[in-house]
Structure formats: structure tokens, C-alpha cells
């Protein structure tokens, strides 16, 4: 068995660790901004195909003292760094945290970085190249008191970055964050699903993958593993087989996506056919005025504006009191969340919201409202 700590937005541990435990991972322990975890390789392949809400799973490889510089460069040191890199390959070091004496993570990733091409240099007589963008080997230094943990990332870029979303909206969720607020919201695949204000389409995409049991990591060619030594590729090509097998060939219940915007839609649509899910999700340019409730029971979620990054608080009074409205009449028996920022303009909303989640949208502090609508 082996250590791994996945790295989540703040708020979301909790929802991450659930996932990670229907993965199949085990002595699963939420952190602050992550969740450790235990598992093989098979397991960590899965986390990084599988996963919707985290951002990265790292392998942990040491955790000595370091209570500055040159403890830092010593305990680098004395990991054999051959067994994970050759000097052909290139390295990149991200660091963390800190203490009193390490203070600067630019400053303690080069000693880091240091400290594996000097031991490089002394037994091959050459060096790994620095590569922040690519690099075969991505390091994770996290300094916290005196204790360093060197971290290997398996994930490379973040796992939030599917692959199916080049276009992007104004304001776009990452899709972790849409994967997470599903599971927040117990979002049911045989229940309907409507996003009314979709922008560029990441709830109701989301919600089609989950539905249509598709591996968000199918749309990745890369991840950091494959570069490493010991990268297993017939496992990984069985896992990725398997997954293809597993998806549905229709949804079990409709789902929708609307915005007043064509451009929005636009992007949604593009979105829906890099992922291959076109075919299956509606997406259509309407005002939310025009909406109708298809079906008795199902689930809206929605993320209007709130004013931090489009359109302005006293604008937006009228649009969230109409949210409200909407519901109350034509909503009956479906249960609604709106992922807002503004307290102000969540109480224009005019219902009482059963259920608050405190939630991180990037650096604004969010929070997903449910209204169960009788
Ligand atoms: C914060 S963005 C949603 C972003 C989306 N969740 C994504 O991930 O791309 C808010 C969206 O609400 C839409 N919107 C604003 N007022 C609307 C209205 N009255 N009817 C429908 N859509 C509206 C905007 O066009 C915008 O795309």
C-alpha cells in the first residue's frame, strides 16, 4: 500500500474524500486543502481517470526535519534521486508552505532543485534541465514547522483541466468545482437537470459525464506518471479500456442547459462535442423569464452573476428576486441551488433556503443555497 494526498479546493475535503473512497481508496483522511489516502497503483491510475473533484494526487516519497536552508538541501540529498529521474529528463520543484527561516517557496524550491542536480552532477557527471511547463518529473516541496514532505505529482497538469474546454466563458467554473457542487447538491442522474444560466456549459457537462459514467481522464493524453520509471502502461491501458466499456449509450434523464447568451451557448456547444456528450445534453439560447419546469421533480442548479466579476449588485437585485419567483411558481416538487457570492443579492431570492454550503469559486468566498420546493 502506498501514502497519496489528493489536493481539493478549500471547503470541498469532505466531498472529495467521499469520492475517493467509492474509488476503492482506504484509511481515506480529509486535511486542510486535501485528503490523504492509501491505495496501489492501480488505485492511483484510477484517482487521476476517474476523479471529478480534486485538482492533483500526490506520492509522497520522504519527510525529514528541516528547519532551514541547509536542513532543506540535506534531506534532499539523502533520497536517491536516480530512482526517479534520469539526468536526461527534466525537473520542475513547486513548493508550499514554510516556516520562520523558509519563508520565500521560490527561494526553498531552488534549494530543492539544487540539491538534485549537485547529487546528478556528482554521480553522472551531468544534470536534469529545468522545464516549469513540462517537465518529466514535477517535485512538490511542502514546508510546514520544521518538517519538510517531498512529494512526487502524478497528475502533472490539474486535473481540472479535462481537456474537453478549451472555450471558455466570461466566468466559467472549473469543472472540479461543477463536479462538486453535484455531489453537494446529491445530484441524481435519473432525475432531470437544468442549469438555466449555463455560460459555457460546465454544470450540465459535468452532470452528462457523471450520468453517462464517463472517466474525465479519457479526455487527457497526458498525465505525470506516464513519464515516470516504474509507469505501468498495459495497467493503465486496461483501466482506460475498462472505462470505455462501463459508459452508457444514453442518459437515464434529460438534462438542459440555457443562457440568454448565443455566445454562451455557442461555447457550451462546442464544450458538449469535444466531450463527446452533443448528442445527448439540450442546450438552447433562452431568458431565464421564459423558463418552464420540464417535469414534476428534478434538480436546478445555477450560478447567476453576482456582481464580482459580471454585471453589477443593483442590476442583479431584480434578476436574483426573479430566480425566486420562477421557482416558487413553476418549480414546484424540484429541488433548486444557486451558487452565489453576494449575501445581498441571495436574499433578494425571497425563499428560505434549507441548506447553506460555504463553497470557494477561485478566491471568492461562495455559497450554494438549496430550496426544496413544495
Ligand atoms: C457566472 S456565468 C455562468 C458560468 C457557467 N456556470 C460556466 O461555468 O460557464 C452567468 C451566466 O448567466 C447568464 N445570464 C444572466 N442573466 C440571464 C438571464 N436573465 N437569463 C439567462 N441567462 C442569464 C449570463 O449570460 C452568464 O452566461
Known sequence: MNRYFATVARGLETIAAKELENLGATQVTPDFTGVHFEGDRSLLYRVNLWARTIFRVLVPIAEFPCRDADALYRGVQNIEWSDYLSPEQTLAVRCTGGNSKLNHTHYSALQVKNAIVDQQRRQFGKRSSVDSREPDLQINAHIYGDQCILSLDSSGDSLHRRGYRPAMGIAPLKETLAAALLELAEYDPNLPFV???????????????????????????????????????????????????????????????????????????????????????????????????????????CNPPYGERLGNTEELGGLYKQLGDTFKQRFKGWTAFILTGNKELAKRVGLRASRRFPVENGAIACTLLKYELY
Open 195 to 301: 442549469d438555466p444560466m449555463c455560460g459555457s456549459g460546465t454544470l450540465p457537462l459535468e452532470a452528462s459525464l457523471k450520468a453517462l459514467k464517463i472517466a474525465p481522464g479519457l479526455f487527457r493524453d497526458q498525465f505525470a506518471f506516464m513519464n515516470w520509471q516504474d509507469f505501468d502502461r498495459s495497467l493503465w491501458r486496461q483501466l482506460c479500456q475498462e472505462a470505455l466499456e462501463g459508459q452508457l449509450d444514453e442518459l437515464p434523464a434529460p438534462i438542459w442547459g440555457s443562457d440568454r447568451e448565443r455566445a454562451a451557448i455557442d461555447l457550451a456547444t462546442t464544450n458538449a462535442s469535444n466531450c463527446g456528450v452533443a448528442d445527448f445534453i439540450q442546450l438552447k439560447q433562452m431568458d431565464f423569464s421564459q423558463l418552464e419546469a420540464p417535469g414534476d421533480r428534478g434538480i436546478l442548479i
